[in-house]
């Protein structure tokens, strides 16, 4: 009777609630949306009324699918081979990137082998060491092989994802079980059909987390292509968007601002629909073997 008193009393209970948390929430919500808001807003405005209305409100002429048309075809359409590009790079890139992490990831949560210490050292150090510091370096050594100025520029180092490796690694660990495999090999699977059959539908979630902070990364990347890149005609979108901003603040320049706001909404709409669409899974896979059953 005690326990089935405690179980009505505990039913009716609510969730507390804080309106001190809820207005942090509300502040950081409106501090993570604003910019965005800001940015839709003023890709509706001509040029003239970019600078003759209020910023934070919709004014003038409503010229958001004018805005849209000239971002594509200004230049003979150079926003659209700079996404082009960026879609490269994201698909060889990011793509290869989770994959090699993926099979690296899952050898050294299963597999023991000399020097299994010395590699996850390795890998903990590179996950500390930001991709910045080694630009230069990599410009330098890239020049030398004579890459630079290339996609090979931009996708090489890309494949390279040592916070995805440690991820797959760390997720591998719970997610994958040991006997699992075992029953695997007795039954007579080799390793390559244990870990396509098996260990890839268990490791999921995990792939698509890498996944999505792999795309966001190269879609994002600026300073890389900044400095192996010299011809526009294999610029990503961010450096492509740059170039137009300092083209539109030159002496004697045609004033383009509006169409640097509106190629930058066109830029971040992709990575927000794959983060939208990508969320159930990302959200899985940070939680997923946290709780051991």
Known sequence: MSALRFAKTTSGLRPR??????????????????????????STKTQAALFSTFGLWFGGEFALFDNIV????????????????????????????????TLAGYGLAKFDFPG??????????????????????????????GLTNTPWAIILPSLISPFGLYLIWVYAVDSVPTELLEAARIDGAGEFRTFF???????????????????????????????????????PLTVGLNQWNAQATGVGAQPIYNLVITGSLLTIIPIVVAFLFLQRYWQSGLSAGSVKQ
């Not at 942090?24 to 993570?32: K, V």
């Not at 979630?205 to 996944?211: A, D, E, R």
């Not at 795309?215 to 005609?233: C, E, G, R």
Request: no cysteine.
């Open 17 to 42: 609630r804080s309106i001190l948390l809820t207005v942090i929430m509300g502040l950081l919500a409106i501090y993570a949306l604003l910019p965005l808001f800001w940015l839709f807003v003023n």
């Open 70 to 101: 000239q971002t594509l075809t200004y230049d003979d359409g150079e926003f659209v081979r700079w996404l082009g590009n960026t879609l490269l790079y994201v698909v060889v890139g990011a793509g290869g990137a989770t994959a090699l992490a």
């Open 116 to 145: 299994r210490r010395a590699v996850f050292a390795v890998v903990l150090g590179a996950v500390a060491v930001p991709g910045t510091a080694l630009a230069v370096p990599t410009f330098l050594m890239f020049s030398q092989l």
């Open 197 to 235: 059959t098996i260990s890839s539908r268990l490791l999921a979630p995990g792939f698509v987390t890498v996944l999505l902070f792999a795309i966001v990364a190269t879609w994002n990347n600026y300073f890389l292509p900044l400095i192996m890149l010299s011809d526009p005609a294999w610029y």
